[in-house]
């Protein structure tokens, strides 16, 4: 069922908040997953103090007028969210006009009918502003956490997304599998109140998860976090082309890349590249990768390359590259990358939305 399908007693659904912008706009957010800062000897801080640091910055990115503000979800130690629709209703009540959002919610490891339950609960909270993204997630806590099997990782996403996808519609639910027990007939509460509630999926770049994402006819995001963004261009077409042989309206294509904003390009560079170099080894000692330097963070900072670190100037640029690349209607930084300091990362969201965004905008009305 599809956004422009559904209306409640109080009349006719609104525009859904995730059709295509046009050829000459783009929506700018931020997501984050909580990344857990360092104390000046370099220990960790505590968890909590990076949640209340973390509501700063989604006051603030309100503040300064930007689109979304997402978190995700995480199981380990380097992150402080693990639960992102209690987060996402604290900053409800602490922003005005910010759209809110999971960036991703693991999906797999949860139990669909909660998640919606708690996504439109935080809806109601923030008069409508509530949006879920839903993924696989690319950490594999949360199964032994939950007491799940790897061996099912398939299998529990493409269930619960079917699943999912029956409650969103607001109707009694029928469902049947073998990932849980069956529904026959029963109503899931509470209900948005004029909408259904906007839901994307993330997608790491397979044309087996495009398709998906195209069946259930959901806007979809890319998480572009290496090698250069318009290598996604045909899992973009795919993605579109999908979409009209299922019979969907056009939704919004989303993209979403690590970066950093400073004055200059240089200071972007200087405070981010030690934290993005720590936060890129451990990761990638955990997956096997060869270890990183200075060459390849210099390749991603290039102006087709996957990370948008610089002045409001060049990030302004790298945007709309990736604009007329891939036709995107929305574009998510990921601000945080390991212990960046919590000062930077407020520079950061206050130039993405006086300096940034004015700028593309500029830049796509010419």
Same mark, same amino acid.
């Given at each position: 069922?599809?956004?422009?399908?559904?209306?409640?007693?109080?009349?006719?659904?609104?525009? $859904? %908040?995730?059709?295509?912008?046009? !050829?000459? *706009?783009? /929506? @700018?957010?931020?997501?984050?997953?909580? =990344?857990?800062?360092?104390?000046?000897d370099? $220990? %960790?801080?505590?968890?909590?103090? !990076?949640? *209340?640091? /973390? @509501?700063e910055?989604?006051?603030?990115? =309100?503040?300064?007028?930007?689109?979304?503000?997402?978190?995700?979800?995480?199981?380990?130690?380097?992150?402080?969210?693990?639960?992102?629709?209690?987060?996402?209703?604290?900053?409800?009540?602490?922003?005005?006009?910010?759209?809110?959002?999971?960036?991703?919610t693991?999906?797999?490891?949860?139990?669909?009918?909660?998640?919606?339950?708690?996504?439109?609960?935080?809806?109601?909270?923030?008069?409508?502003?509530?949006?879920?993204?839903?993924?696989?997630?690319s950490?594999?806590?949360?199964?032994?956490?939950?007491?799940?099997?790897?061996?099912?990782?398939?299998?529990?996403?493409?269930?619960?997304?079917?699943?999912?996808?029956?409650?969103?519609?607001?109707?009694?639910?029928?469902?049947e599998?073998?990932?849980?027990?069956?529904?026959?007939?029963?109503?899931?509460?509470?209900?948005?109140?004029?909408?259904?509630?906007?839901?994307?999926?993330?997608?790491?770049?397979?044309?087996?998860?495009?398709?998906?994402?195209?069946?259930?006819?959901?806007?979809?995001?890319?998480?572009?976090?290496?090698?250069?963004?318009?290598?996604?261009?045909?899992?973009?077409?795919?993605?579109?082309?999908?979409?009209?042989?299922?019979?969907h309206?056009?939704?919004?294509?989303?993209?979403?890349?690590?970066?950093?904003?400073?004055?200059?390009?240089?200071?972007?560079?200087?405070?981010?590249?030690?934290?993005?170099?720590?936060?890129?080894?451990?990761?990638?000692?955990?997956?096997?990768?060869?270890?990183?330097?200075?060459?390849?963070?210099?390749?991603?900072?290039?102006?087709?390359?996957?990370?948008?670190?610089?002045?409001?100037?060049?990030?302004?640029?790298?945007?709309?590259?990736?604009?007329?690349?891939?036709?995107?209607?929305?574009?998510?930084?990921?601000?945080?990358?390991?212990?960046?300091?919590?000062a930077?990362?407020?520079?950061?969201?206050e130039?993405m939305?006086?300096?940034?965004?004015?700028?593309?905008?500029?830049?796509?009305?010419?």
């Amino acid at each position: 069922m599809t956004e422009t399908q559904h209306a409640t007693a109080a009349g006719p659904a609104p525009a $859904s %908040p995730t059709a295509p912008v046009g !050829a000459n *706009r783009i /929506l @700018l957010g931020l997501n984050t997953f909580g =990344d857990v800062g360092e104390n000046p000897d370099g $220990s %960790p801080q505590p968890h909590a103090q !990076a949640l *209340r640091q /973390l @509501l700063e910055q989604a006051e603030l990115a =309100d503040a300064v007028g930007l689109h979304s503000f997402g978190v995700g979800e995480h199981h380990r130690q380097d992150y402080a969210v693990s639960a992102p629709e209690v987060f996402l209703a604290a900053a409800a009540a602490r922003t005005q006009q910010i759209r809110l959002g999971s960036a991703v919610t693991v999906l797999s490891s949860d139990d669909p009918i909660r998640v919606f339950q708690r996504f439109s609960t935080v809806d109601a909270i923030s008069n409508g502003r509530a949006e879920v993204m839903l993924g696989r997630g690319s950490f594999v806590e949360s199964f032994p956490l939950f007491g799940l099997d790897l061996a099912d990782y398939e299998v529990l996403f493409e269930e619960k997304l079917e699943l999912f996808d029956k409650v969103r519609a607001q109707k009694p639910v029928h469902w049947e599998g073998r990932t849980r027990p069956a529904l026959h007939g029963l109503s899931v509460y509470p209900p948005l109140e004029h909408h259904l509630l906007p839901t994307w999926i993330g997608v790491g770049g397979t044309p087996e998860s495009v398709l998906r994402c195209a069946q259930y006819g959901y806007p979809i995001i890319f998480a572009i976090i290496g090698g250069q963004p318009r290598s996604f261009g045909p899992l973009a077409d795919l993605y579109r082309e999908a979409m009209g042989k299922y019979g969907h309206p056009a939704q919004q294509v989303a993209t979403h890349s690590p970066g950093h904003v400073a004055d200059t390009d240089e200071a972007a560079k200087v405070e981010f590249f030690p934290h993005w170099l720590k936060l890129r080894n451990k990761l990638g000692a955990e997956r096997g990768w060869g270890p990183a330097g200075r060459g390849e963070f210099e390749a991603l900072c290039a102006p087709e390359g996957a990370l948008y670190v610089g002045s409001p100037e060049t990030v302004a640029g790298k945007i709309v590259r990736l604009k007329k690349d891939l036709g995107a209607d929305r574009f998510d930084l990921k601000y945080s990358s390991g212990p960046l300091p919590h000062a930077a990362m407020l520079r950061s969201i206050e130039l993405m939305g006086t300096a940034v965004a004015p700028r593309v905008a500029e830049l796509l009305a010419g």
